[in-house]
């Protein structure tokens, strides 16, 4: 039996920003529990201290260059995984996670208090699966830093869940490690002037994931590359793919408690009810025979924002209903905004973040767009199509390898998608899908039952992951 420990920023249950807490809370579940002994370990933010109950393990400190501050370790065991949280206030206890400028500093701290706290667990650590720049320092500390403790027979996997963020920041940061400064000077973590979180894990991890196949081929290129292609393609030996699943029994319409009606595969009808019930919460004119548009996004310019920006006027020239739910960049809101005032009782924008609300929206909505100008995996689209919804995508990593689009000579498909990010052929596309919707009713209901008999879940993925995680020994 493996120790494998995942080492992350957010997960769920317990905190969320996007689809990296999905990822965090449901594939450690799925893993093979008679091989792997698997454990989650976070940073303990105010909002989880606020909200659950959790044991206090131990203490211990850890010196970051001339800082020593102490670290609390807690614990509680949530569907037979083991979850950790450190607490350190001054860090952690704040409203938010990410967007301080200290930003570099408390993960940092996180990154060597993960190593510190390994005696205190009751099992052996053979794997530290971390993820996204947050975690990116813990293989090198591992293997330079901490090498003394005996800890370079641990191996290390490490998953880019979006390389636009790398955790780059001046020179300066290196003081809060008690890395030899040849490791700056030769470049294992140098990234222009300053160091680079990022860099440091593509370069010192046993194995490099991704989250989908589309993306690990996209991201060795300038186009996608966000200037870390050279150091990803000097390991392209040892990265890999592998596409993300969602958790399969929160995302289920027949069970799901926050959506009013639930409904199935073999009994679609009330998914019409959580249409209109949606219409009416969002004060939408109730009806079924008008399509019904949603998003549920971050805000952010990945996400294709500019299309629907600079398409706005036309979208809403559609026979057509929409809704967002989203949160994020200023400008993009205050866009947004205007949506509802412009077209009252037909276009609503909820700004913010509601878990509940996003449920609604995934059941309630006939079409769910997608038009991101790159998406590692996504997770938004395959939820859709769980929930009987068909995405509108745009042909980029995740959402290219895992929505079929719709053959109207053979009515195959999961979706609809277009390939070149603009806005006439986003418009294109819609309008073929409103098409479809108004004038190929039967088509519509297809591949509604299609998308809904995908497997979206991780059963295949773990699979992937263990193959992986067996490899390194
Ligand atoms: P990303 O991680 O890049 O934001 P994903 O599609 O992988 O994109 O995951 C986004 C996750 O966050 C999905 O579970 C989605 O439902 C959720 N989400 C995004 N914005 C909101 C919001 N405003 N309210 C509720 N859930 C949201
Ligand atoms: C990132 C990506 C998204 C992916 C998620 C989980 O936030 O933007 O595409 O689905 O991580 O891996």
Same mark, same amino acid.
């Given at each position: 039996m493996k120790g494998l420990l995942f080492a992350a920023s957010e997960g769920l249950p317990f905190i969320k920003s996007g689809g990296l807490a999905d990822v965090i809370g449901s594939l450690p579940q799925c893993?093979?529990?008679?091989?792997?002994?698997?454990?989650?370990v976070m940073p303990l933010y105010? %909002? *989880?201290?606020?909200?659950?109950?959790?044991?206090e393990v131990d203490s211990f400190h850890v010196q970051s260059g001339l800082i020593d501050k102490e670290a609390v370790l807690y614990h509680t065991n949530l569907n037979d995984i083991d979850y950790y949280f450190i607490r350190q206030d001054d860090y952690f206890n704040r409203d938010g996670m990410y967007g301080f400028a200290?930003?570099?500093e408390r993960f940092a701290f996180y990154n060597k208090a993960v190593l510190e706290m390994l005696p205190f667990l009751p099992f052996e650590v053979n794997i530290i699966h971390s993820h996204d720049w947050h975690t990116g320092m813990i293989p090198i500390l591992c293997k330079q830093e901490y090498r003394d403790k005996k800890y370079h %027979? *641990?191996?290390?996997?490490?998953?880019?869940?979006?390389?636009?963020?790398q955790g780059n920041f001046p020179k300066e940061m290196t003081r809060y490690f008690n890395l030899d400064y040849k490791f700056y000077q030769y470049g294992d973590i140098k990234f222009d002037d300053g160091i680079s979180f990022m860099k440091a894990a593509v370069t010192y991890a046993d194995k490099v994931t991704t989250v989908s196949e589309s993306y690990a081929q996209e991201i060795l290129t300038d186009e996608f590359g966000e200037r870390m292609q050279s150091v990803l393609n000097s390991r392209k030996a040892d990265l890999v793919g592998i596409v993300n699943g969602i958790d399969t029994e929160i995302w289920n319409p027949e069970t799901d408690k926050y959506i009013p009606y639930n409904y199935s595969v073999n009994a679609l009808a009330n998914k019409k009810k959580c249409k209109n019930a949606l219409q009416n919460r969002l004060g939408l004119r109730v009806a079924d025979d008008v399509l019904l548009v949603g998003m549920v996004s971050r805000l952010t310019w990945q996400k294709g924002a500019a299309l629907l920006i600079e398409k706005m006027h036309q979208i809403m020239g559609q026979d057509i209903q929409l809704v967002i739910l989203g949160t994020g960049d200023n400008y993009i809101e205050n866009q947004l905004k205007k949506i509802e005032y412009d077209y009252p009782h037909r276009a609503v924008f909820y700004c913010g973040y509601s878990e509940e609300l996003a449920h609604e929206v995934y059941a309630g909505v006939d079409l769910f767009l997608m038009p991101s100008l790159f998406e590692p995996c996504g997770i938004s689209q395959l939820i859709s199509m769980r929930y009987g919804t068909l995405p509108l995508v745009r042909e980029t990593g995740g959402l290219k390898d895992t929505v079929e689009p719709y053959n109207e000579y053979d009515q195959t498909g999961t979706g609809f998608s277009f390939k070149y990010f603009s806005g006439d052929e986003l418009m294109y596309i819609l309008k073929y899908a409103i098409h479809v919707y108004y004038y190929?009713?039967?088509d519509w209901k297809k591949l509604m039952r299609n998308a809904m008999k995908k497997d979206v879940s991780w059963q295949l993925s773990a699979k992937k992951y263990e193959k992986l995680y067996k490899s390194l020994f």
């Open positions: 893993i093979n529990d008679h091989e792997f002994r698997v454990a989650v105010k %909002k *989880i201290m606020d909200n659950f109950e959790l044991e200290d930003d570099g %027979k *641990i191996k290390h996997v490490y998953t880019i869940h979006n390389l636009a963020f190929k009713q039967k």
